[in-house]
């Protein structure tokens, strides 16, 4: 079961031949996980146990361009690579499409304030099983 984020290509997000600029793609992982994980749930983190979310390592493919105006979804899916790394595998699709636009998978880690590696939130085991990668 894979988490199912839903966006739009907006003009802003193109460059100069008209397809999405391919840092971009990071951003809509980004709301994503967001989503996967909740957004309160990250503020409250931080502002009361001080523990924040960074990148790791990230990896894409890309097979597809997207165009302006395209409705698009990320489709996430989480696996637990250790108790202090999460492995999100994320990737763009259209809708009814046959095979995902762009591939990625982007590996996240937790630090504290003093941004010394910390144990991942035990909310991020429950997201993970919510959306299980095999």
């Known amino acids: 079961m894979s988490h199912r984020f839903s966006f739009r290509i907006y003009y802003e997000d193109t460059d100069h031949s008209g397809l999405v ?3 971009n793609y990071l ?10 994980l909740g957004a309160d749930e990250l ?3 931080y502002r009361d146990e001080g523990i924040g979310f960074v990148v790791y390592k990230a990896e894409l493919s890309f097979r597809e361009g997207a165009r302006f105006g395209d409705e698009l979804e ?5 696996r637990l690579e250790s108790e202090y790394r999460a492995v999100f595998h ?3 699709w259209r809708p009814d499409g046959k095979q995902a636009m762009v591939d990625g998978q982007v590996q996240l ?3 504290d304030r003093q941004n010394k590696l910390v144990r991942l939130p035990s909310g991020v085991a429950d997201s993970a099983k919510a959306t299980v990668s095999g």
């Not at 951003?27 to 996967?36: L, S």
């Open 74 to 78: 990320v489709r996430t899916t989480v």
């Open 109 to 111: 880690v937790c630090v």
């Open 27 to 36: 951003k809509y992982f980004e709301r994503a996980r967001e989503h996967v």
């Open 90 to 92: 994320q990737a763009v």
């Open 21 to 23: 600029y391919h840092a």
């Open 43 to 45: 503020v409250r983190l």
